[in-house]
């Protein structure tokens, strides 16, 4: 009943409470019976089709306008905030699924696609664990595609009922600041809050670090939350710890904390890491390259121990999990060809990282393809263009999602970072495809080429349009690869 559903948010007038059949903050997807939440977006404004809604057949609108109103005899109910409600009526709407699972959220700038994997998919070895995120949504190895990394309020709800139904016990989500910014994980009860790191992301929205920290910061204030697992190298982790509530259990990993890193080896098929563990030390083999990928291993093993596992358990089953698509994934080549890895790395830090990683894998040079997003955070570009020039031996700077922005001024833009001594070692090659084949080129047995980026991404996108390209499958067909 829409009363049930607005409960201790507004009150109804009288004659107004109805059945609701369903939950729409599209009004193309309104089916009789639905109540439609007309919510004002960056791009649209949902309050522009209540009509088209009331003529599908919606039964209630609810609204961020400010007074109540009548179309024909469906009533259109103001709720100041909405935004920030329609999670909780979501919640109400699916029977508070979330309750029924063990839900791990993590955030961070980067490594949150592969600390929610890696949880996941050893989690998915004793009880089934579904998975929400960049690369999808699902249980592990049978994700369906995602839109968002988190997705809107009404739909994280509508996954989690059906996760639940298909019999999940645990749930590992990506949470993206957006997310929290835009209350998408409102009524969504969480078990655990995961915190990878605080690097210079997404200021085109947020505006600045400051507004950027805080929204990440909303996941570890959440009511029901049992644990926290921090980053202790990360300067950050210390305004979270002070922000969780009471009883909340603060885990740390990293240098320091509750499971420390103790030693790391690269080898050629991946990393050796030794972990202090609160039982011991363990060692867990993986088959991730790149040094980054200790910490987020660390942080994947370290929400297993606060969930009850033995580490020396937890580091077994995460030693199986394999590489992530499109993140620092190899690429099978020959022998005497370059060893090709495929990064989503689209952040400095990020870059910085998957460059250092590779150096540590490379016998000869480090050869990496990059560009920059259109639409997007500008101060980033240069800061991208000084880490490619000071971490890679030659660096290829090319188009990556120019949106709608001129692909040569973000070149241009990425090159004012790069000092001149640096210049003899980058090309600017446009055409992404072209760019990789050149680097294939350049490379040879022991050198390590970074494509960077894109990642999972299966398209690049020009304006409005996005054109079928893969990072992946074109590395594949210049190096031979099945």
Same mark, same amino acid.
């Given at each position: 009943m829409l009363a049930t559903l607005l409960q201790g948010i507004r009150e109804l007038p009288p004659g107004v409470d109805r059945p609701i059949a369903a939950l729409s903050l599209d009004s193309r997807t309104v089916v009789p019976g639905a109540l439609f939440m007309a919510l004002a977006g960056t791009s649209q404004d949902g309050r522009r089709f209540i009509s088209d809604a009331v003529a599908r057949g919606a039964a209630a609108v609810v609204t961020e306008s400010l007074d109540d109103a009548r179309l024909g005899t469906v009533p259109v109910?103001?709720?100041?905030?909405?935004?920030?409600?329609?999670?909780?009526?979501a919640d109400r709407f699916y029977g508070s699924p979330s309750r029924a699972l063990s839900v791990i959220g993590v955030t961070g700038t980067n490594g949150k696609t592969t600390t929610s994997h890696l949880i996941a998919y050893a989690m998915n070895m004793r009880s089934p664990c579904a998975l929400i995120g960049t690369l999808g949504n699902g249980f592990p190895g049978a994700l369906l595609p995602a839109e968002h990394t988190t997705p809107d309020a009404i739909s994280l709800h509508r996954w989690l009922d059906r996760f639940r139904r298909e019999g999940a016990s645990a749930v590992s989500m990506e949470v993206s600041s957006h997310a929290l910014d835009q209350g998408r994980v409102a009524g969504a009860h969480f078990l655990g809050a995961v915190f990878t790191n605080l690097t210079r992301d997404h200021l085109d929205y947020h505006g600045d670090m400051g507004r950027y920290g805080e929204a990440k910061a909303r996941l570890f204030t959440l009511p029901d939350l049992a644990f926290a697992v921090l980053n202790g190298d990360d300067?950050?982790?210390?305004?979270?710890?002070?922000?969780?509530?009471?009883? %909340?259990?603060?885990?740390?990993?990293?240098?320091?904390?509750? %499971?420390r890193v103790q030693d790391v080896r690269a080898t050629a098929r991946g990393l050796e890491i030794v972990l202090l563990a609160p039982e011991g030390p363990v060692t867990l083999k993986s088959p991730l390259i790149g040094h980054f990928n200790v910490y987020n291993l660390a942080a994947a093993l370290t929400v297993l121990v606060a969930l009850g596992w033995r580490a020396r358990d937890a580091a077994d089953a995460l030693a199986v999990v394999t590489p992530i698509p499109g993140r620092m994934e190899p690429v099978p080549g020959r022998a005497d060809q370059p060893f090709v890895v495929v990064d989503y790395a689209h952040t400095p830090d990020a870059l910085e990282k998957a460059l250092a990683g590779a150096r540590a894998h490379a016998a000869g040079r480090v050869i990496c393809v990059f560009g920059c997003g259109g639409d997007r955070d500008r101060g980033k570009r240069a800061l991208m263009g000084a880490c490619a020039s000071r971490y890679s031996d030659l660096a290829i700077v090319t188009h990556d999602n120019p949106r709608h922005e001129d692909p040569e001024r973000i070149i241009a833009d990425i090159l004012k970072g790069v000092p001149d001594e640096a210049r003899a070692h980058l090309v600017v090659m446009g055409d992404r495809q072209a760019a990789i084949a050149r680097a294939l080129r350049e490379g040879s047995a022991g050198d390590v080429v970074v494509i960077a980026g894109k990642g999972h991404e299966e398209y690049q996108q020009f304006g409005d349009r996005r054109v079928p390209y893969s990072d992946r499958l074109t590395a594949r067909q210049l190096l031979g690869s099945p």
């Amino acid at each position: 009943m829409l009363a049930t559903l607005l409960q201790g948010i507004r009150e109804l007038p009288p004659g107004v409470d109805r059945p609701i059949a369903a939950l729409s903050l599209d009004s193309r997807t309104v089916v009789p019976g639905a109540l439609f939440m007309a919510l004002a977006g960056t791009s649209q404004d949902g309050r522009r089709f209540i009509s088209d809604a009331v003529a599908r057949g919606a039964a209630a609108v609810v609204t961020e306008s400010l007074d109540d109103a009548r179309l024909g005899t469906v009533p259109v109910i103001a709720c100041p905030g909405l935004r920030h409600k329609v999670g909780v009526m979501a919640d109400r709407f699916y029977g508070s699924p979330s309750r029924a699972l063990s839900v791990i959220g993590v955030t961070g700038t980067n490594g949150k696609t592969t600390t929610s994997h890696l949880i996941a998919y050893a989690m998915n070895m004793r009880s089934p664990c579904a998975l929400i995120g960049t690369l999808g949504n699902g249980f592990p190895g049978a994700l369906l595609p995602a839109e968002h990394t988190t997705p809107d309020a009404i739909s994280l709800h509508r996954w989690l009922d059906r996760f639940r139904r298909e019999g999940a016990s645990a749930v590992s989500m990506e949470v993206s600041s957006h997310a929290l910014d835009q209350g998408r994980v409102a009524g969504a009860h969480f078990l655990g809050a995961v915190f990878t790191n605080l690097t210079r992301d997404h200021l085109d929205y947020h505006g600045d670090m400051g507004r950027y920290g805080e929204a990440k910061a909303r996941l570890f204030t959440l009511p029901d939350l049992a644990f926290a697992v921090l980053n202790g190298d990360d300067a950050f982790s210390e305004v979270l710890k002070d922000r969780l509530p009471p009883g %909340v259990r603060a885990w740390r990993y990293g240098g320091t904390g509750d %499971v420390r890193v103790q030693d790391v080896r690269a080898t050629a098929r991946g990393l050796e890491i030794v972990l202090l563990a609160p039982e011991g030390p363990v060692t867990l083999k993986s088959p991730l390259i790149g040094h980054f990928n200790v910490y987020n291993l660390a942080a994947a093993l370290t929400v297993l121990v606060a969930l009850g596992w033995r580490a020396r358990d937890a580091a077994d089953a995460l030693a199986v999990v394999t590489p992530i698509p499109g993140r620092m994934e190899p690429v099978p080549g020959r022998a005497d060809q370059p060893f090709v890895v495929v990064d989503y790395a689209h952040t400095p830090d990020a870059l910085e990282k998957a460059l250092a990683g590779a150096r540590a894998h490379a016998a000869g040079r480090v050869i990496c393809v990059f560009g920059c997003g259109g639409d997007r955070d500008r101060g980033k570009r240069a800061l991208m263009g000084a880490c490619a020039s000071r971490y890679s031996d030659l660096a290829i700077v090319t188009h990556d999602n120019p949106r709608h922005e001129d692909p040569e001024r973000i070149i241009a833009d990425i090159l004012k970072g790069v000092p001149d001594e640096a210049r003899a070692h980058l090309v600017v090659m446009g055409d992404r495809q072209a760019a990789i084949a050149r680097a294939l080129r350049e490379g040879s047995a022991g050198d390590v080429v970074v494509i960077a980026g894109k990642g999972h991404e299966e398209y690049q996108q020009f304006g409005d349009r996005r054109v079928p390209y893969s990072d992946r499958l074109t590395a594949r067909q210049l190096l031979g690869s099945p």
